[in-house]
Each structure stands twice: as structure tokens, then as C-alpha cells.
Nanobody, 124 residues
Framework: QVQLVESGGGLVQAGGSLRLSCAAS????????LAWFRQAPGKEREFVAG????????YYADSVKDRFTISRDNTKNTVYLQMNSLKPDDTAVYYC?????????????????WGQGTQVTVSS
């Protein structure tokens, strides 16, 4: 069983930055594929960024490309999402997700484990 705990959300002005963290339990963290998803009020959950087990492969949604960076530290069992140049449209609950397949996927059904989410609010 894997437990994921997100932190780092908050309120920020447009153009600002936040860094989300997701700490995971489990001895096999280094073999997990990881991703960040988000869900805004009244909208479906959407893929934001994914990273493979080694960090060698990453992928971003077009809406966040060149603004967000996903990374992981397997020695700390933690995945990060650095968010720069934030926009009001980035306002959402951000979720960390993990799978045991070593790779990232853009589909939420490919992830077995989910965190409880952290709220990010960007004011204009």
C-alpha cells in the first residue's frame, strides 16, 4: 500500500510561483511512475505533468508547458511540481498520483494511488 501526501499549495497572485511536494510511503517508490493532476470547480480532473521512475522521461499538458516543471527525488520518496508564471486558470485542487508501471500516463485510470489533494488559488 502506498500513501501520498501533498503539500505546498496556497494563495498566490498571477505571475507568482509555488512549489508543490508529494511525499510517498513505500519501499518501491523508485519504481513508480508519478504524475500531477488537477481539478477545478465544475471541471473534470485533468493531467498536468508526468515523470517516469528514473526521471528520464517527463511530459506536460500544453496548458502548463514551459511554466511548470515536474521532478522527483527517489532518495526522499518525493515528487515535486514547480509552478511559475501562474495564471488564474491554474486555480484548482492539485493531486499527486502513482502507479507501479514505472512510466507516466496521461489517463487517470492508469494510477493506483492518489493523494488527498492540495488547493492552489491564483488571484488576478
Amino acid at each position: 500500500q502506498v500513501q501520498l501526501v501533498e503539500s505546498g499549495g496556497g494563495l498566490v497572485q498571477a505571475g507568482g510561483s509555488l512549489r508543490l511536494s508529494c511525499a510517498a510511503s513505500g519501499r518501491t517508490f523508485s519504481s513508480y511512475g508519478l504524475a500531477w493532476f488537477r481539478q477545478a470547480p465544475g471541471k473534470e480532473r485533468e493531467f498536468v505533468a508526468g515523470i517516469s521512475w528514473s526521471g528520464g522521461s517527463t511530459y506536460y499538458a500544453d496548458s502548463v508547458k514551459d511554466r511548470f516543471t515536474i521532478s522527483r527525488d527517489n532518495t526522499k520518496n518525493t515528487v515535486y511540481l514547480q509552478m511559475n508564471s501562474l495564471k488564474p486558470d491554474d486555480t484548482a485542487v492539485y493531486y499527486c498520483a502513482a502507479n507501479s508501471y514505472e512510466l507516466w500516463y496521461a489517463r487517470s485510470r492508469e494510477y493506483e494511488y492518489w493523494g488527498q489533494g492540495t488547493q492552489v488559488t491564483v488571484s488576478s
